[in-house]
């Protein structure tokens, strides 16, 4: 039963050993490749399966008033989640959780693409515990997330200083700060919340673990962790109840603004701008069908008209020509112009005064608001001279504010705007000197305004978080004719025939000016722009009510309303530490929190 | 009647000992961290099958070669039998592989390897070497392997049905078949490959023609009789043509995917081609020296899946590295070559035979197991010899050295 011979055999031994040992050959070449050649690229495959990096969000930094109100905080809001589950799972969790707490217990819907699938965010406690006590046990893959939510305990109050935070957009990702961002986070839209993202938002930190094929963290490396640097709390220097009073003295039903400064340094005290909105509508998840209306066409509520209204400021601009008259000596105090009979005929147009004021010096034509004095004061002074002055009160500049979306310039015309329009005349003059013409004003620019014929002719730069900057002295007006123009603004408010009475106070001498806009609306813009005390003014206020009239009826009580919280919030000494605002389940800052894992 | 041991090939027993040494400890790696208690008590029952195959290897060393001889037959039928029955009563979750006997379950699939060898080795035997290029011994030969994979095709793996096929053309390479009868073997092999549609693509027409163009001019060389000629250029064709039936029609979904995410595996990195990829990964991050025994991260935190079975290299990869892999390479190479000497060396042609399609199975058995982890070879289920865990695979390799050790043993004989 031999095989073939001996020599055969061994030749077909060596065909196989041959074979055998190039197959192995074979293997040996290709793992010497995986483990040796392209080992380094196996290692960080290997290493990227296992480290996961979850992101260790910074906790935004928190708002507070001057006065320690905590105007923006963070919350901890609470969703129900479903992690890696099919499809089945899915519905089998979801008609659990709809059987114990009704139909629109659930929002999600599923989604294979997706690890972690929300099923409904923000739920109450009571949520909370059904699910974790009742329905968890049978559904493993629930989980409750705990998330931090911004929260502005007082609601529409500041929120057009505050702004509002909604999630990040493919330009925002895109921008070169945008790196920082995971795509469903929030970001600062607009008001100081954008202004100070970079400022509120702080470094998240990244915490690392070992987790297995199921995503189960198997081993954490507390020692390599980044810890995140909390975001810094911005103390402005609002006064909460200025704020409120300005927010209350608007009247609801119609537009307006109110801009507060410390006449001294600046410092943003109210800015309020009616109507209003909830910041809280763009965190949070029930309230879509009020942020769909607040963002759609034809909402105004968005635009926050202390700085971004453009009006024409009335009679409360009369204080340049006031100004310009006297620093340049065309006029004094017990100089008149031929008097006032109720209107006045220039060229071919009829200016119309407010009434029949007969013969009346400066104090005087302040006091009861004359226009045919400034017409008559107009002619003598001219056009540059009037708009240099205007210019130096801070008209058609900006103030130097800094917020989103940023102020607007207003308009100072200038020669060559009227040349481009059909060339200059008298009569533009005349418009401007009272406050109807072209000029265009916001009602910051006008508060920076008030504030320099106040302090005597600094130029402040308003602010509202950090340090004031060095009021700039105006040259050319000279402090004893500012205090001539405050002594008039005295009389409007204090005299017998003043037309700003209603903002008088018992308990402090406040000085203002009315104007009343003629606009493009049916009723005039009211306008009141004051200071207090008369004597070492500490305060001043710029008020506008869109079509609410004359300014001496509408807006100088908005401004009494103003001054009256200032003072009698400046009795009862000023607290500095900072107070927490109480609010259902708060913290002063969420903790750390982990939401996914970094790409 | 124990064998005295310096009589035995010592070296082989020292490297198939090493290689289930390695496999227990590379099992107990792979579930000590697992959640599931079951898993991490695996490797007793592995380290208690190896037991249970000594007195079992001793009594096929110590059995005359006579017996062997006469029982090749019933075993092979007994083999046959059990298959059926695997049919008919299996158990198992979601492949039909196991027979339950009392508490142990077997896996008939794995005994009739051997059986198959036997009976091809009987039957070949029992040819004369001039004989063995007759047509009607490859018709027999097919008969034999062709029986019991029939009978595992039903069980959805490919793999262990292909192994049954594998040490068929050693082994006639062996007893005296001529390279033209060989060719006329293999080509209907390669005519499968050729027409193989989702490895070749476009191609694959043009291939498939080349291929029955140049075969038929060997068939012409080689052989010196028309209808011979014919019917192999007709079965050649005929191959190439049902295999691509059997692909778009017989074939299940998985079975197809294994084949297409093993020519790409990234067309499905997190379904199908991840068992690829993940090995892989934990292959290559090895590296040189390892990460270590109780280290790999890929084997502990489970992204590599079977580790413990059908992925069992990747866990020796991972752990002890380049080298390690290198020593279990070299362990096998050492037995299957040590298998052909021995085959070389046995005068008895049935134990000579035996020993060639041993040293073949377990060829085919590591290259296509290692292949697999280093995504040389598509995913099958084919465990790696005395390395993977499971009984049944352990016991019949255990029975398949101790052929190799009783015709060592018995080497003079006729």
Known sequence: MALAGRDERSARARILYITACALFALIGLRLF?????????????????????????????????????????????????????????????????????????????????????????????????????????????????????????????????????????????????????????????????????????????????????????????????????????????????????????????????????????????????????????????????????????????????????????????????????????????????????????????????????????LLQALEVSCNIYFLHLAQVLGFDRWRLYAARFGLGQRTGFCMEPPESVGLLPSREYYRQRGGYSLGRLMNLVIGQGELLVTPLQMARYTAAIANGGYLVQPYVWGQPADPVRIEGISPATLRTVRKAMYRVVNGSRGTGRRARLDQVEVAGKTGTAQGPREDSDAWFVAFAPYVAPTIAVAAVVEGGGTGGTAAAPVVRAVLAAYFAADEDSVSTEPKLAQADSTSRHAPPLSAWALQ | MLPQLRDLDRPLIGAVLALGILGITAVYSANFASEVPVLRTVWQKQLGYGLLAIPLAIAVIRAPTRFLYAAAYPIFFGCLVALLAVLVFGTGEDAHRWLAIGPIQLQPSEFAKVGAILAQARYLADTAPAQCSHPRVFVASFLIVGLPMLLVAPEPDLGTALAYVAPLVPMLFWAGTGPAALFCVVSPLLSVVFSFEPAWQELTPYLFALYILVSAAAFFYLLNRLWLILTMVGLNLGSGLLAVYVWEHLLRPYQRDRIVIFLDPESDRLGAGWNIIQSMIAI??????????????????????????????????????????????????????????????????????????????????????VGMTIGLMPVTGLPLPFVSSGGSSLLANSLVIALLLHAHLNRHDF
């Open chain 1, 33 to 361: 490749y995986l483990q040796i050649t392209t080992f380094a690229r196996h290692a960080r495959d290997s290493d990227r399966n296992r480290i996961s990096q979850t992101r260790v969000r910074a906790p935004r930094g928190l708002i507070y008033a001057r006065d320690g109100e905590v105007l923006a905080l963070n919350r901890i809001i609470y969703s129900i989640t479903l992690e890696r589950s099919t499809r089945s799972e899915y519905d089998a969790a979801v008609a659990a959780i709809r059987a114990a707490l009704g139909e629109d217990a659930v929002d999600g819907s599923y989604s294979r693409n997706q690890r972690v699938i929300r099923l409904k965010r923000d739920v109450d406690l009571h949520t909370v515990a059904v699910v974790e006590e009742l329905i968890k046990p049978d559904h493993p893959k629930l989980a409750v997330e705990i998330e931090s939510q911004r929260y502005y305990p007082y609601g529409h109050t500041c929120s057009h200083l505050l702004g509002y935070m909604g999630v990040v957009q493919e330009e925002d990702l895109a921008a070169p700060s945008g790196r920082a961002y995971a795509p469903d986070d929030y970001i600062g839209k607009t008001g100081l919340e954008k202004e100070f993202e970079s400022v509120l938002r702080g470094v998240d930190g990244v915490r690392f673990a070992e987790v297995d094929a199921a995503g189960r963290v198997r081993r954490e490396f507390p020692e390599r962790e980044q810890p995140a640097i909390p975001g810094q709390d911005l103390r402005l220097t609002i006064d909460l109840d200025v704020q409120r009073a300005a927010e209350k003295a608007l009247p609801d039903s119609l537009a307006g603004a109110v801009v507060a400064l410390d006449a001294r340094t600046g410092a943003v005290l109210a800015l309020a701008s009616k109507p209003d909105f909830d910041p809280n509508v763009f965190v949070s998840t029930h309230a879509q069908e009020e942020r769909r209306r607040l963002l759609g066409e034809g909402s105004m509520a968005l635009l926050n008209r202390a700085l971004n209204g453009r009006y024409c400021p009335g009679s409360t601009i009369k204080m340049v020509a006031a100004t310009a008259a006297l620093e340049e000596g065309l006029t004094d105090t017990l100089s008149s112009f031929p008097g006032c009979r109720g209107a006045l005929q220039v060229g071919g147009h009829v200016f119309h005064c407010t009434g029949v004021h007969g013969e009346l010096n």
């Open chain 2, 284 to 369: 290559g991050s090895g590296g040189l020296t390892g990460k270590g025994f109780l280290h790999g991260t890929q084997t502990k935190y489970e992204f590599l899946p079977a580790a413990h079975t059908d992925f069992v290299f990747a866990v020796i990869g991972e752990e002890l590295g380049f080298v390690g892999t290198m020593v279990v390479l070299a362990l096998f190479l050492f037995v299957i070559l040590r298998a052909v000497s021995i085959a070389s060396a046995t005068k008895n042609r049935f134990l000579s035979l035996t020993a060639i399609g041993v040293a073949s199975m377990l060829l085919f058995h590591v290259f296509v197991n």
